[in-house]
């Protein structure tokens, strides 16, 4: 039986420890340790390893609080899982990469190891794949990359595209003129720049025709020169659309194409043109892939379970179908 004394400044004891303490029984289960805390100084018994990692654990998330970060669910259960590998020293060193801040100031960071090398795709190659399930930050990272990148001068403009196909419903004829009809299509690329850049800021540089947000099939015929281009829902592309797309990226431009395998609303049996790129693609320098898992997942710690039960269902009815396809083959 092992003790670890940890002592925990006052003033970051409640984000350290969560809302009833409710961290620091995470933490209990997860190392099956006892925390016992007095007068700022806590008391880890358990076994030697579960001591140690949940003392590391601790201490990321004390460094975390230091730093002026409020303590999620998330970044508790991302420093555990961390910990299982040895790596949840580097919670913290990811902490130290700010893209940018929000209009409120609120600072724009990658908060995972996937999350981080995404970022860091975007900033070496003039086009990055970020491929994941929902929640993995690949459009908001993208976005501030292009904010920033903009704001600092390094491209003149800032091209929002994103197929416009309905997510599973027939929306019929919509009122109104043609911008009224694509921008429920296009309203997440909104939200998120109405909140790193501020709605006034938007419009101001929207008039001059230095952000545009537009449909995917308005890209067609242009080159994109000196501007960084973002393509959202890549999957629900066709692989002519994703060619076309491609190939209008011009000199001083940046290229980032986010999208989610399980999420395609593709007529059935259609081919998605980001599966396409990644099989022709995936061996041509300065175009990085980046591969996001539910372990990105920065939402709600429900959605990371949501995701991990869809893919487990997906991969039991893929198993299913080989099997089945195996035994009418060998009944042919």
Do not use: W
């Not at 911008?179 to 001059?208: C, F, T, V, W």
């Not at 230095?210 to 281009?229: K, S």
């Not at 190939?247 to 059935?268: E, H, M, W, Y």
């Amino acid at each position: 039986m092992a003790e670890i004394l940890l002592e925990v400044p006052i003033e970051y004891e409640k984000n350290v420890c969560g809302e009833l303490d409710a961290y620091l029984k995470k933490i209990e289960r997860s190392f099956r340790v006892s925390i016992f805390e007095r007068n700022g100084d806590f008391k880890i018994i358990g076994d030697d390893a579960g001591c140690a990692r949940a003392a590391s654990v601790f201490g990321s998330l004390l460094e975390l609080a230091k730093r002026g970060n409020t303590i999620m669910e998330q970044n508790v259960d991302y420093a555990i899982a961390l910990s299982m590998e040895d790596k949840e020293k580097e919670i913290v060193e990811i902490d130290k990469d700010i893209i940018c801040r929000t209009v409120m100031g609120k600072p724009v960071k990658p908060k995972t190891i996937g999350q981080k090398s995404y970022v860091d795709s975007i900033r070496k190659n003039m086009i990055t794949f970020g491929i994941g399930p929902a929640g993995t930050g690949k459009t908001y990272l993208a976005m501030a990359m292009a904010i920033q990148a903009f704001k600092d001068g390094e491209v003149q403009r800032i091209i929002l595209t994103r197929p416009a196909i309905e997510a599973g419903e027939k929306l019929g004829f919509l009122p109104g003129d043609l911008q009224s009809k694509i921008d429920p299509y296009l309203r997440p690329l909104y939200d998120a720049l109405y909140q790193i850049m501020g709605a006034e800021s938007y419009l101001h540089n929207s008039e001059k025709g230095l952000i545009e947000v537009a449909p995917l099939a308005y890209m067609r015929g242009r080159t994109l020169d000196n501007a960084f281009v973002i393509l959202d829902e890549a999957q629900n592309t066709t692989p002519a659309q994703m060619k076309m797309f491609l190939t209008r990226i011009g000199f001083g431009s940046k290229a980032v194409i986010t999208g989610d395998r399980t999420q395609k609303d593709l007529p059935k049996d259609t081919v998605s043109g980001l599966e396409t790129a990644e099989r022709v693609l995936k061996n041509i320098d300065e175009i990085g892939f980046c591969e996001l898992s539910s372990k990105d997942v920065v939402r709600h710690p429900l959605v990371q379970k949501i995701v991990d039960a869809y893919e487990k269902y997906e991969k039991r009815l893929d198993s299913k179908d080989r099997n089945g396809n195996r035994r009418r083959f060998r009944e042919a």
